[in-house]
């Protein structure tokens, strides 16, 4: 069903994105990038500038005119373009939500119009704001925490009743922490594994928001990939327009991230096991635990994720020593 595709992926020089291109491409498909490179870098895309099969278009989602220019002639769109971060959407709402939801409507718009097969976004594990629920389950929330989760939830409605009206399929995939090769170390809103991974190989203390003792579902990129094949593949009509958590299944803290990282990083440099933690206040609008149940995207889709924190990190400091040195 997929070989041969047009595919469209929005925020295509991102972290998430330029990794689907990369598999879109070598799974035989015709790849279309959109990207403004607000966050996303070339850099990224550096391997298959010059693929034949794949075209760049720089331009913005808040532009309903490149969104129609860029949906034309498309089987699918993989829309993972937003500006992510809690904080800074706390910093700054109006932005956030500009893209994320007026962008995320103009793609919407966009692919009906073009009449795009099926349309594949990255939601959020924000979603699920102050819920107390563990495991997540895609079916109960809370109230959201930020402007970000906000945004989020509502794409997740937006899609929901672009089907209802307009019968335009669509896939929502809540990512859980995402971490793994491309992930930046740069900038205030870096996430923290790229973060903390940069800081011990300087030898530099990372701090830690609160005590350690806050949770996360971390997944590798690989798990991210291969759910997002599953929703551009599958045939089953009862997969489609729902939303999925995309997860491993498991629960981290900071501490035993922290363990983890120096464990892996030490094989390369034993000095960094000597690194010091330095812990600072909570972060407004965290979420303290977060664990995904992932049991119906096995149920309908099929998933079945290869990577745990343990094998991702592994493979994700081998691609940082190579990178960040």
């Known amino acids: 069903m997929l070989k041969d595709s047009k595919i469209l992926v929005t925020g295509g020089a991102g972290f998430i994105g330029s990794n689907l291109c990369e598999k879109l491409l070598e799974l035989g498909n015709k790849v279309t990038c959109l990207d ?34 860029a949906c034309k002639g498309q089987d699918f769109v ?19 939500n500009e893209v994320n939801v007026s962008g995320f409507l103009n793609m919407l718009v966009a ?10 976004y990255a939601a959020s594990s924000s979603t699920y704001g102050d ?3 563990l495991p997540k389950e895609e079916d109960i929330i809370g109230k959201p925490l930020s402007p970000y989760a906000i945004t989020k939830y509502v794409n997740e409605l937006y899609a929901d009743i672009f089907n209802k009206t307009y019968g ?10 995402v971490f793994g090769r491309k992930q930046s170390p740069d900038g205030a809103y870096a996430a923290v594994i790229p973060k903390f991974v940069s800081l011990l190989m300087k030898y530099d203390s990372p701090v830690i928001n609160g ?14 990939v291969e759910m997002n ?24 803290d900071l501490n035993e991230l922290v363990a983890l990282l120096k464990k892996h990083l030490g094989s390369f440099d034993s000095r960094i096991n000597d690194v010091n933690i ?12 977060s664990l995904a149940s992932i049991q119906k995207a096995k149920d309908l889709l099929g998933y079945d994720p290869r990577f745990n924190i343990d094998s991702g990190l592994k493979e994700a400091i081998n691609w940082y020593w190579k990178n960040l040195k």
């Not at 335009?168 to 922490?177: K, M, P, T, V």
Request: aromatic residues 8%; neutral net charge; glycine residues 8%.
């Open 131 to 133: 819920s107390k629920n």
């Open 168 to 177: 335009l399929d669509s896939i929502g995939l809540r990512y859980f922490n």
């Open 278 to 289: 330095i812990y600072g206040p909570p972060r407004q609008g965290d979420v303290p635990h």
């Open 229 to 252: 094949i599953l929703a551009l593949t599958t045939t089953n009509k009862k997969a489609l327009n729902t939303v999925y958590n995309v997860a491993f299944g498991e629960r981290t």
């Open 211 to 224: 005590d350690g003792s806050y949770s996360r579902d971390f997944t590798y990129i690989d798990n991210v």
């Open 78 to 96: 993989l829309h993972e373009a937003a500006l992510g971060s809690v904080p800074r959407s706390i910093n700054d709402p109006i932005t956030s």
């Open 36 to 69: 403004n490179f607000s966050t996303g870098k070339k850099i990224n895309l550096k391997s298959i500038l010059n693929d034949p099969d794949f075209k760049l278009i720089e331009g913005d989602i808040r532009d309903i005119d490149t969104c129609m220019e």
């Open 111 to 120: 692919s009906r119009d073009q009449g795009v097969k099926r349309f594949v």
